[in-house]
């Protein structure tokens, strides 16, 4: 040994002379128990180190993979298990990190490390060694007050796994004894609430799902299974996965947990049948073996593997025979890191013959039985976690060389340091490694690190082929050009291919990435960068074609005044304007003349104005319509419509109560004609009939209404009514009409210039059957007539007053003067009173 301290001595410290003193009194030491005889060395035990401060070290070196249930109370024979190559190397490595420091002038530089290292193989079995370390001249006192009675452990390097971890770390909680593990990546352990003084140099799982989801969709796949190991670190890989893959293109197709007892043939059976490409192997190196000489057994083939830090650098599987048959493998591993000097310190150990000091003794799971290993099996393993074990002894030295204020060059020996000091200062770890800056953050991670992205080739490599870095900056890259694939160009991995063009996904099971294709009917659209799932339908405005990934909008179509039917109508309109005002005028002329005065004096120049009035919602029918135009179209002929009306019922009234009615009841008509009956009711007519209209377009306007079921492009726009607001102006207007024809009706045998029965019944025939007519066409009649039919059923409403109440009194006016004298009339009413009396 003496020969390999100086050499590593001079190495690190640059000179012999400056660190020799304390290692060499330690070689004195070794000297007085050789043997004479120069066949073999006898050495102190490999899991102890004496040293002023003592350091715990936990490592699986060997694997009970296959625990019993025992019926009396026994200790797992660690020695007895199988031995793991690449534990007993990060083993190894802690003691060449503990003399690499003690070896140091600038770390911690008259103060002596030691440990005490225990072989931890089973998650449930391997408290003896956690109890010594606790112990105190060999009593545990929970009892005691801090920091009174502690054992002299300064820290914990450990554990590898997370059950490991999670059943032992509660017990150095308690009195705060910092605990650095260099494999526990479960998330639990980031509670600092449940693990005050838990750090760790690995970086947690969900870092590792991070680069494994970037992976996935790096590669477009989306179809996936998660095997991972049945335990706390598996269980919360998989969790994290599928909060991670939550919200995104990706799907878990299948996941299983895995243990000593799986049916590898029933999940491969299942992949399969579930038509999956990517596998996600999430387990340490042990099971991963398992799985992939299961899958090489069952000639499984052209499946991407990726695998996660605990095997993905694993130097055995690809020495199997028929490894490249079951597809690409990928991983995600730790950069690999090259530790000055740990390989001359492993030549140097096994380069030499030891024998066992039978006065040793030896305490449970200390023993590892390892002497036969050649320095290249250990250096050749798997270097997963190397660097963390690394990382976390000089974690653990940096605190105490900060604790004790050796910064002076020596360390202050007055000072009685504990391990709540220890992890205080660790908390605050700072320094520089191998070029990498070592802080933790504040749930105990490490803030610093990158992972490496690898690819198993040909030669049983594990070639780097990008990288994901975490600090300073998040950066994410994979060189495609390195890896070859089995099936010749990268696979595809999905439940369903993805739709073409205009066709939505519509679910096929309960999986999002399982489903069929649909095409979109017409009047639909399906926008990729919106839900693929839903398709989208077209606006009022909009059109589409079946099997589109778009709208178009729809060409609006209206009745413009340019129309030829609107010109005729607009024609027709200005007519009847021009016929009202010359009848006004004629009537004006001829005021005084019987004809006049039977057809109602100063009340036809009211209904004339008004029939001219209402003509005006004609010309809100064309153009683009508005709601305020629709309103128009329909306000106007409502309210001003009603005074004709209105007009012909009082005036039929009143020719019938002074033929018929007038000498039974002389009373009323004085009252009548004393407050101007007549006017009353016509003014009660308007202002109820304004009132109804209010509160109809309050509550239920006339509005645009939009076609589009008549072309597939074109939107017919029109104005229509809405029955539920205008059914109290139409009630109004057919009562109206109902009393009109009654009185007329009465009047029939009235003289012949008083008569009116025939030109009213005309006067609202003729708009009951024109509406009648307009309703009937409008569900057979394309929907861009619809304005011009509606204007001009309005129209010929309109002119049935002027044609068949005022064109004949007109005609007499001007054509038959004689019939419009005093004479003729007077002769009528004496012939009627004749006829009468007989």
């Known amino acids: 040994m003496r020969s390999y301290f100086m050499f590593h001595i001079g190495m690190v410290n640059g000179s012999f002379t400056s660190t020799m003193k304390p290692f060499f009194i330690s070689l004195l030491l070794l000297e007085s128990f050789l043997h004479e005889s120069a066949q073999c060395t006898v050495q102190g035990s490999e899991f102890h180190l004496e040293g002023d401060y003592l350091l715990a070290g936990l490592f699986d070196i060997h694997h009970d993979s296959s625990p ?31 003399e690499e420091i003690n070896n140091s002038t600038d770390l911690l530089p008259n103060v002596s490390l030691g440990y005490e290292i225990f072989d931890h193989c089973s998650d449930i079995h391997s408290f003896p060694g956690i109890l010594k370390l606790l112990s105190v ?51 639990v352990f980031s509670r600092k609430q449940n693990f005050p003084s838990f750090l760790r140099t690995v970086h947690p799982n969900k870092d590792v799902i991070e680069v494994i989801v970037n992976i996935i969709q790096h590669f477009n796949w ?10 706390d670190y598996g269980n919360d890989g998989r969790e994290l996965f599928i909060k991670k893959i939550d919200g995104t293109e990706m799907c878990l197709g299948y996941t299983k947990g895995l243990d000593q007892h799986t049916n590898y043939s029933h999940i491969f059976r299942q992949i399969e049948a579930q038509k999956i490409t990517t596998i996600i192997v999430f387990a340490p190196e042990w099971t991963a073996e398992a799985l992939i000489k299961s899958a090489i057994q069952q000639n499984v083939t052209n499946k991407v593997w990726i695998a996660g830090d605990g095997w993905s650098l694993n130097k055995e599987l690809p020495k199997e025979k028929g490894i490249h048959n079951i597809g690409t493998i990928l991983g995600v591993s ?85 391990p709540y000091m220890v992890l205080a200062e660790l908390k605050k770890s700072n320094f520089t490694l191998l070029n990498q800056s070592v802080t933790f953050d504040e749930n105990g991670d490490p803030n610093y690190g990158s992972y490496s992205i690898v690819f198993w080739n040909q030669s049983g490599d594990a070639q780097e082929i990008g990288f994901h ?23 595809t991995s999905r439940c369903s291919q993805e739709c073409g063009e205009g066709f939505k996904k519509k679910p096929d099971g309960i999986h999002r990435c399982c489903f069929k294709c649909e095409i979109c009917p017409k009047g639909t659209y399906f926008n990729k960068t919106e839900d693929p799932y839903k398709r989208i339908n077209c606006k009022d405005t909009e059109w589409s074609a079946p099997g589109i990934t778009s709208y178009k909008q729809r060409e609006l179509e209206f009745v413009l005044f340019t129309d030829s039917g609107a010109m005729l109508i607009m024609v ?40 001219c009035l209402s003509n005006v919602s004609v010309f809100f029918f064309f153009s683009k319509l508005t709601d305020s135009s629709c309103v128009m179209s329909y306000l106007s002929i409502f309210l001003f419509y009603t005074v004709p009306l209105a007009c012909f019922v009082v005036r039929s009234f009143q020719i019938v109560f002074i033929f018929k009615i007038a000498a039974k009841f002389p009373n009323f008509l004085s009252l009548w004609i004393k407050y101007h009956g007549q006017w009353l009711f016509i003014a009660l007519t308007f202002v109820t009939q304004a009132l109804l209209l209010l509160f109809g377009n309050m509550s239920a306007p006339p509005h645009l209404y939009y076609v589009d079921d008549w072309y597939p492009d074109k939107t017919i726009l029109f104005c229509g009514m809405d029955i539920n607001g205008y059914v109290g102006p139409v009630v109004l207007i057919v009562s109206l009409c109902f009393l009109g024809f009654i009185f007329s009706y009465m009047g029939k045998d009235l003289p012949k210039n008083y008569n009116e029965a025939k030109a009213l019944t005309f006067c609202l025939i003729m708009p009951i059957l024109t509406w009648i007519i307009f309703a009937t066409g409008s569900r057979f009649n394309e929907p861009k007539n619809v304005p011009t039919t509606n204007a001009l059923a309005q129209l010929f409403s309109l002119y049935s007053f002027l044609l068949f109440y005022f064109m004949p009194k007109c005609y007499i006016i001007i054509f038959q003067s004689h019939k419009n004298t005093q004479e003729y009339f007077q002769g009528l009413i004496l012939n009627y009173t004749n006829t009468i009396s007989q």
């Open 334 to 418: 730790e950069p690999k890191v090259t530790i000055p000097g740990f390989s001359d310190f492993i030549h140097y150990s096994k380069g030499q013959t030891h024998c066992e000091n039978a006065e040793q003794s030896r305490f449970c799971n200390q023993v590892c039985n390892c002497s036969s290993l050649k320095p290249e099996e250990i250096l050749n393993v798997d270097p997963s976690f190397n660097f963390p074990v690394y990382a976390a002894v000089h974690a653990i030295a940096h605190a105490l060389h900060n604790t004790l204020q050796c910064d002076s060059g020596r360390c202050n020996r007055n000072i009685t340091a504990y």
């Open 469 to 491: 870095n975490f600090y300073p900056n998040l950066y994410f890259f994979i060189d495609n050009s390195k890896i070859q694939w089995k099936t010749k160009e990268v696979p």
């Open 572 to 611: 027709g309109a200005c007519s009847y304007a021009v016929l009202t005002v010359a009848m006004s005028v004629l009537f004006a002329i001829n005021y005084n003349t019987p004809v006049v005065r039977s057809a109602g004096g100063p009340m036809c120049f009211l209904i004339l104005g008004c029939l």
């Open 137 to 187: 001249d060999g009593l545990i006192q929970p009892w005691a007050e801090p920091p009174k009675n502690l054992s002299k452990v300064m820290a914990v390097v450990g554990t590898y796994t997370s059950t490991q971890a999670l059943t032992v770390a509660p017990l150095f909680m308690m009195d705060l004894i910092p605990m650095v593990s260099y494999g526990a990546a479960s998330s």
């Open 68 to 98: 019993v249930v025992q019926d009396r109370p026994e200790a797992v024979d660690c020695s007895s298990k199988p031995l793991i190559l690449s534990s007993y190397r990060r083993f190894q490595l802690m003691r060449f990190s503990v």
């Open 222 to 231: 989306s179809w996936v299974a998660f095997l991972h190991i049945d335990d």
